[in-house]
């Protein structure tokens, strides 16, 4: 078992299950069951694969929402306007502000389980929905579907789809933690889990949570420096990890290494 699983095992109850990630996730994680792509995430259990789920979740809510207030406020101005469509626009966008969506330059990304060219259509383009080529988005629309994590990357993390701080990153990584789980999480450019820092552990009798942005900075700087050592030390000196927990790691180490050596003899 390597340092990261070490952590992850000893970590003490958190929040998480019953904070909003989880209730959302119970709600409406049977909506994935229907998408073949996404099924899997169905089963997610990890805090971080909860997270992911809610991201897909929140991007079929997105779409289902904008198409439906485009239809309602479509209907209502060809009842009392000539010209629809720029109202009906007007109406939609106010509608939809406060749904989530990831910023991208000017754009706004509200349904990223399709790539960035259909996702201009609900981003402003809704009578496009009118036209021949798209009404198939409406129905079967499953074939369209990408890997949102693959095409946004770790800035979809970074986004109204979650709860997430970002904290730190470097032109490969991003460092967000997770207040709820207590977690830092290590995501790469393709918007995959790389490491997972889990944090308080069963050693540590009185959790303190404030100022946790920057007690954990030096965490993951020394994590962007390959610098397991300063990683440690920081975590210890911050009181995110207890040093009991430290001594019981290294002690299992040391006796893995002397096992090992007396083999090589």
């Given at each position: 078992?390597?340092?990261?699983?070490?952590?992850?095992?000893?970590?003490?109850?958190?929040?998480?299950?019953?904070?909003?990630?989880?209730?959302?996730?119970?709600?409406?994680?049977?909506?994935?069951?229907?998408?073949?792509?996404?099924?899997?995430?169905?089963?997610?259990?990890?805090?971080?694969?909860?997270?992911?789920?809610?991201?897909?979740?929140?991007?079929?809510?997105?779409?289902?929402?904008?198409?439906?207030?485009?239809?309602?406020?479509?209907?209502?101005?060809?009842?009392?306007?000539?010209?629809?469509?720029?109202?009906?626009?007007?109406?939609?966008?106010?509608?939809?502000?406060?749904?989530?969506?990831?910023?991208?330059?000017?754009?706004?990304?509200?349904?990223?389980?399709?790539?960035?060219?259909?996702?201009?259509?609900?981003?402003?383009?809704?009578?496009?929905?009118?036209?021949?080529?798209?009404?198939?988005?409406?129905?079967?629309?499953?074939?369209?579907?990408?890997?949102?994590?693959?095409?946004?990357?770790?800035?979809?993390?970074?986004?109204?789809?979650?709860?997430l701080v970002l904290v730190a990153e470097n032109?490969?990584?991003?460092?967000?933690?997770?207040?709820?789980?207590?977690?830092?999480?290590?995501?790469?450019?393709?918007?995959?889990?790389?490491?997972?820092?889990?944090?308080?552990?069963?050693?540590?009798?009185?959790?303190?949570?404030?100022?946790?942005?920057?007690?954990?900075?030096?965490?993951?700087?020394?994590?962007?420096?390959?610098?397991?050592?300063?990683?440690?030390?920081?975590?210890v000196d911050n009181k995110l990890i207890s040093?009991?927990?430290?001594?019981?790691?290294?002690?299992?180490?040391?006796?893995?290494?002397?096992?090992?050596?007396?083999?090589?003899?």
């Amino acid at each position: 078992m390597d340092f990261f699983q070490t952590l992850e095992k000893e970590q003490c109850p958190t929040p998480f299950q019953r904070e909003e990630e989880m209730k959302f996730f119970l709600r409406y994680s049977g909506v994935l069951t229907d998408f073949p792509a996404y099924k899997r995430f169905a089963n997610a259990s990890k805090p971080f694969d909860i997270i992911r789920a809610n991201i897909i979740i929140r991007a079929l809510h997105n779409k289902y929402m904008i198409e439906k207030e485009f239809s309602k406020a479509l209907k209502a101005e060809r009842e009392n306007n000539e010209d629809p469509l720029a109202k009906a626009i007007e109406r939609t966008e106010a509608a939809i502000k406060n749904l989530p969506y990831c910023q991208e330059g000017n754009h706004r990304i509200y349904v990223p389980i399709f790539p960035r060219s259909l996702n201009s259509i609900y981003d402003g383009q809704f009578p496009k929905l009118l036209e021949g080529n798209y009404k198939q988005i409406l129905e079967t629309f499953e074939p369209l579907c990408v890997d949102p994590f693959d095409i946004y990357g770790n800035g979809l993390y970074n986004s109204y789809f979650t709860k997430l701080v970002l904290v730190a990153e470097n032109d490969k990584l991003k460092a967000f933690y997770d207040y709820d789980a207590f977690r830092i999480y290590i995501v790469n450019e393709q918007g995959r889990l790389e490491n997972e820092i889990c944090l308080f552990d069963r050693g540590i009798h009185r959790r303190n949570t404030s100022h946790m942005i920057e007690r954990i900075k030096p965490v993951i700087e020394a994590y962007f420096n390959f610098d397991k050592e300063a990683m440690i030390r920081a975590l210890v000196d911050n009181k995110l990890i207890s040093s009991s927990l430290l001594y019981k790691i290294i002690s299992k180490e040391t006796k893995l290494y002397q096992r090992m050596e007396r083999h090589r003899r």
